[in-house]
């Protein structure tokens, strides 16, 4: 009997122990733990202190946070302000893309912000679960010199998947002109020709229709996918430097073979009779989004992260293309194996005196149930509880649009993690990235055999030659590529064009892009 | 300008204004249609106006635009701000300006040519932002009215224009005789500068008032709340089209997103200017006609 | 009198005239203090033109480089590109946006209906009110190949359309033009308060001698007005370098970037997007140094050409 007692003592205390510790593992309420912190606003978000997911978080790990709301148009120019001056800086700034790479390796270098790895190891457990999990993760938010200055935002759903751009058609002219979905080159062709030479939206005016349009920038607008069909395809979505990898090497599309026939191919066939618009060169972004808004579709085909990007008023007549084989039968897609993955969410700055408790609380959007919370709404609002473990999106109220519903409750796109694991068992993909991932899995992903490089952090005398050499690269090279698309000139010009590359530095830049890859992920 | 009694204009006087006429008309269109078509576009169907059809008149004519940027709060902040900041500014610096202004048109001041080399190499170098930071910082004037006004206290380009016009409309003798009866320095000044001036106070409230009035950086750069936010600054964060989320996840966001910032966007110049715009008339009085009349025989 | 007596007497004029004038420097102090606290103490920060600035070693920590900012600015690939396309720019710029004021506010001042003056003044004044951005989204829908009016005119005169924002050759007449409208109509509003200075005495005595409103403008105006003008030029020559990378950098396209490439958008796209802060102040400097050597030259030969000078 009095063993039984004694143990059923023990077990009370140790429990009350474990409860304890659990409890004293957040502050006390009455600390009035409280840390001063940027938050970068986006234009339809709400104001930051009513939104209900920081007061749940607040009342389950008694830290406050004092946010000062900067419009995301004011961010750069403040916060690049303050961190060169280096004083008064606040505890931390929170916001997806808070700094770009650059920023985020100079600042770290130099001690500004807080090296977070033993913070990490010691008192996040949820991300460090995360980042065992996802190593690609860890190799992206690492620092050469070896430091963690940053917690990222990692998404894998189908919008920010692997494949950044796909092409849309616009299948009504199709069916009207009695032809198929292009499947070659020259079939584009074809179509293309017949889409400029008819009237396709039937308002009687034969020349108001674009047969394709693209935005010359770095993007997913662009239509550097095209030059798969020749080659590797041309990156300019991650980090916008023309990189790719092929089985570990490193390799510069625009001074490739496959890049010279490209722009040949695609001048001769394509932009010398108006078959894809030359004003893509030119348009500013609200020129271009607002094409095809007008009562009838203009736009024959396009490029973009989703459907509606141009096609919005007209969405219906548009499909999805697959990548089309080149003029020797073969494909190639670029897809981002990092894609995903935002290396700088949230950053402590070197005047943050007590960073656990921060630390703690951001680790609380690791947990996916508040990570959920973060990025889709919370539940009771955004999101409804289906009671058995999964969870489904609120109806959006009528007076507003669903990204308008979104943001004006919620913070998304911030500091958390959430991987196709959590979509296939919790949380259903919105509608638009089902769409798209959907587009992706079926037509994108089988051919998409050229790797983008991925996202890396380089290291601050990298960044400084990056700054020098690779501007000027890449500005001439973006010259030339508008050039030769424009009015042809290539094959004449390209023995030159690469000479000077050359002068430029081109060697020293492709071997600080080797070096990093190599370093990141083993040889 | 009166015409002398008896005195019929020449040929040569008529042809004169009727080339007058003929390039201010021309350069009055010229200026004018644009600025018409910043009117008619902010209340234009937006698609109408990237396919060019806005030409003469709105096209699907809407308020959507206006009732957008005035349904926000923080605009009349904004205003009440703004209108605050330019006041205060203005007096300041005016104050400054025109008894600098003054006191360096003199010949008589000794250290003059020295204080204008001074003036001309602050106009022409600077330290930075950061030094600026950070004085701003250690005066402990982050998030004051203060950061926007003093920083800016006098322009030197303002400065050398007020002296110039002093150094021309003052004239030597006037100063003279003024010493010879007695009259110090800054009797002068109240006196008799003070009344003679008013067209250069009128340019310098002018510019001065201007360039506070569409300032937004240091207020981007200084200020951490945002009821102390200028118009400007406001405008700026409701003017949503450049920065328009590139990643918005439905059709319909983006489509009446687009549309709005498009509207807003010619809108703002509007809400923005029509104060201004109805200043300069009131100050246009100022420029006064024929200073000096009597003020010197001989 | 011996060459030491006369500095004595000077010495001794400038303390009576520092005497009895001090009041005229009580009126200079609070402008005084203004300008060493913001404007010459911030110099300091100039040393950055030869450092390599980390935030956490502050402006007088940080490592001394010499010249090396200055280098790797000149050694940019297409340095002497940016360097002419700058100075095409301004000078251009200048040529067109120095008289014009001038001549506004001539025709204005003569204008014999005092209503007509005044709705021309307040029109042409209100573009100055347009900001950067607004001004050059206009430049590109009014140029644009497809809906832009300018091209529909030019197709309704029999031409064919042009690529205005394609071709490097446009840039510089595109700037140039938006630069007169915007500012021609608020640069006049100097000149006009000046003419109002311009006695009616001087004007009645001249129209008693018989002389026409042209001879009146150029002998009695232009005169009048005259060391205004020349200080304005000294003040632009100031400014030559200084082509404000806001609206180069808007109206840039990859198809006309070689001539609108120029030092301030280059330094904004490696110093300001990567926080160069060593390189954006070295090119200050060196910009600053061309500004004032200019400023120096144009002030001498004013001098010896007019009354008026600076200093």
């Known amino acids: 009997m009095k063993k039984l007692l004694s143990l059923i003592l023990t077990l009370t205390l140790l429990a009350t122990c474990a409860a304890a510790i659990a409890e004293d593992y957040y502050p006390a309420k009455e600390d009035n733990v409280s840390y001063n912190v940027w938050i970068r606003m986006r234009p339809m978000n709400g104001d930051a202190d009513q939104m209900e997911i920081f007061k749940i978080m607040e009342e389950k790990t008694h830290v406050h946070l004092n946010f000062e709301q900067i419009a995301q148009a004011d961010w750069k120019e403040k916060v690049n302000a303050a961190l060169n001056a280096g004083v008064d800086l606040p505890d931390a700034l929170y916001s997806g893309y808070s700094l770009d790479s650059t920023e985020l390796v100079t600042y770290g270098g130099q001690g500004l912000l807080l090296a977070l790895n033993d913070y990490i190891d010691q008192y996040m457990p949820n991300f460090k679960a995360k980042l065992e999990a996802h190593p690609e993760v860890r190799a992206a938010i690492t620092a050469p010199d070896g430091n963690i200055y940053s917690l990222p935002f990692c998404r894998f759903d189908g919008l920010t998947g692997q494949i950044p751009s796909n092409m849309f058609i616009n299948k009504v002219w199709l069916d009207k002109l009695n032809l198929e979905v292009p499947t070659t080159i020259e079939e584009l062709e074809t179509v293309l020709r017949a889409f400029k030479e008819n009237d396709c939206n039937g308002n009687g005016d034969v020349n108001d229709e674009k047969p394709m349009t693209f935005k010359f920038e770095g993007s997913q607008r662009d239509l550097g996918g095209l030059f798969g069909m020749f080659g590797y395809a041309d990156n300019l979505y991650v980090g916008q430097h023309h990189f790719v990898v092929d089985d570990g090497k490193v390799i510069y599309v625009p001074a490739t073979e496959g890049y010279k026939n490209a722009c040949a191919y695609l001048y001769e066939h394509f932009f010398k009779d108006g078959l894809i618009d030359l004003e893509g060169f030119t348009m500013d972004k609200a020129t271009y989004n607002a094409q095809n808004q007008g009562d009838v579709a203009n736009i024959g085909a396009y490029f973009s992260w989703n459907i509606f990007d141009l096609g919005s008023v007209h969405m219906d007549e548009y499909v999805a293309m697959a990548p089309l084989k080149g003029p020797d039968g073969t494909t190639s897609w670029g897809y981002v194996s990092s894609s995903g993955i935002e290396p700088v969410g949230l950053v402590l700055t070197k005047d943050c005196k007590e960073p656990v408790n921060l630390l703690k609380w951001a680790d609380l959007t690791y947990d996916d149930y508040y990570g959920m919370q973060l990025e889709y709404g919370c539940v009771g609002t955004n999101l409804v509880d289906n009671g058995d473990g999964t969870y489904s999106y609120a109806e959006t109220p009528p007076d507003r649009t669903y990204d308008e519903f979104l943001f004006g409750n919620t913070y998304p796109d911030s500091c958390l993690a959430l991987f196709y694991d959590f979509y296939e068992t919790t949380l259903p993909m919105p509608d638009s990235a089902k769409a798209k991932d959907k587009i992706n899995h079926e037509m994108y992903l089988p051919v998409a055999t050229t790797m983008y490089y991925p996202t890396l952090l380089f290291s601050a005398e990298d960044n400084e030659v990056i700054a020098d050499i690779g501007a000027d690269i890449i500005d001439y090279n973006e010259k030339m590529r508008a050039k030769w698309l424009a009015y042809g000139g290539v094959e004449d010009e390209w023995e030159d064009y690469l000479r000077k590359l050359d002068s430029m530095g081109l060697q020293q830049y492709i071997d600080i892009y080797q070096k990093t890859y190599d370093t990141a992920y083993g040889k | ?298 | 009198m011996t060459t030491a007596a006369i500095k004595r007497r000077r010495r001794k004029y400038r303390l009576k005239m520092v005497k009895r004038h001090w009041q005229l420097y009580l009126f200079l102090l609070p402008t005084i203090a203004y300008f060493l606290i913001f404007r010459f103490y911030p110099m300091y920060g100039l040393q950055l033109a030869f450092k390599a600035y980390r935030a956490v070693d502050g402006i007088t920590g940080s490592k001394w480089v010499g010249l090396d900012n200055f280098r790797r600015f000149f050694a940019a690939a297409d340095f002497e590109n940016l360097m002419l396309n700058t100075l095409n720019v301004s000078i251009v710029t200048l040529i067109f946006t120095f008289p014009l004021p001038i001549i506004l506010a001539l025709l204005l001042n003569q204008l014999p209906s005092l209503k007509y003056k005044k709705v021309v003044q307040t029109t042409v004044y209100a573009p100055h009110f347009i900001s950067t951005v607004v001004m050059v989204g206009m430049i590109f829908l009014f140029t644009s190949p497809t809906s832009g009016l300018i091209n529909k005119l030019i197709e309704a005169l029999g031409g064919k359309a042009i690529h205005f924002t394609a071709l490097p050759g446009w840039f510089v007449p595109l700037y140039v033009v938006s630069e007169v409208w915007q500012s021609t109509g608020w640069g006049s509003i100097l000149y006009l308060a000046a003419l109002a200075g311009v006695s009616t005495e001087l004007h009645e005595a001249a129209l008693v001698d018989g002389a026409n409103k042209f001879q009146r403008v150029w002998h009695i105006d232009i005169p009048g007005i005259m060391p205004t003008i020349v200080i304005m030029m000294i003040l632009n020559a100031g400014k030559i370098m200084n082509v404000g990378f806001e609206k180069a950098y808007l109206m840039q396209t990859s198809l006309n970037i070689d001539a609108s490439e120029i030092v301030s958008t280059y330094v904004y796209k490696r110093g300001v997007l990567k926080s160069q802060i060593s390189l954006s102040t070295a090119v200050g400097l060196f910009e600053s140094v061309i500004n004032m050597i200019l400023v120096v030259s144009v002030n001498w030969i004013s001098r010896r050409v007019s009354d008026s000078s600076l200093f």
């Open chain 2, 1 to 298: 300008m009166k015409k002398a009694k008896g005195v019929t204009r020449s040929r040569a006087d008529k042809a004169f204004d009727v080339m007058d006429y003929v390039l201010l008309t021309i350069a009055f269109l010229v200026v004018a249609y644009p600025l018409y078509f910043v009117l008619i576009a902010s209340v234009s169907d937006p698609i109408a106006v990237y396919e060019g059809r806005v030409i003469l008149y709105p096209i699907k004519p809407t308020l959507e635009g206006y009732s957008r940027i005035f349904s926000y709060e923080s605009l009349f902040t904004g205003y009440k701000n703004t209108l605050i900041y330019t006041l205060v500014g203005t007096a300041i610096n005016l104050v400054l300006t025109i008894t600098a202004g003054y006191a360096l048109s003199r010949k008589d001041l000794v250290g003059r040519n020295v204080m204008m080399m001074g003036v001309m190499i602050t106009m022409i170098f600077s330290g930075g932002m950061i030094p600026n930071y950070l004085l701003v910082r250690s005066l402990k004037l982050y998030n004051t009215m203060w950061a926007l006004i003093l920083p800016g206290a006098v322009s030197t380009w303002n400065l050398i224009v007020t002296r110039t016009f002093f150094q021309q409309t003052i004239p030597d003798e006037l100063q003279e005789a003024a010493e010879l009866d007695g009259c110090g320095d800054t009797a002068f000044f109240l006196r008799v500068v003070l009344p003679l001036s008013s067209s250069i106070i009128a340019v310098m409230v002018l510019f001065y008032a201007v360039s506070h009035w569409n300032s937004y950086y240091n207020a981007l750069l200084y200020l951490s709340s945002s009821s102390k936010y200028p118009l400007q600054l406001v405008l700026r964060n409701i003017l949503i089209v450049n920065t328009l989320d590139d990643m918005v996840n439905d059709v319909a966001t983006q489509a009446a997103q687009q549309r709005m910032g498009d509207l807003i966007k010619y809108g703002m110049i509007i809400v923005s200017s029509l104060p201004l715009l109805i200043l300069y008339p009131f100050l246009q009085k100022y420029f006064v006609h024929g200073v000096m009349i009597g003020a010197i025989k001989g």
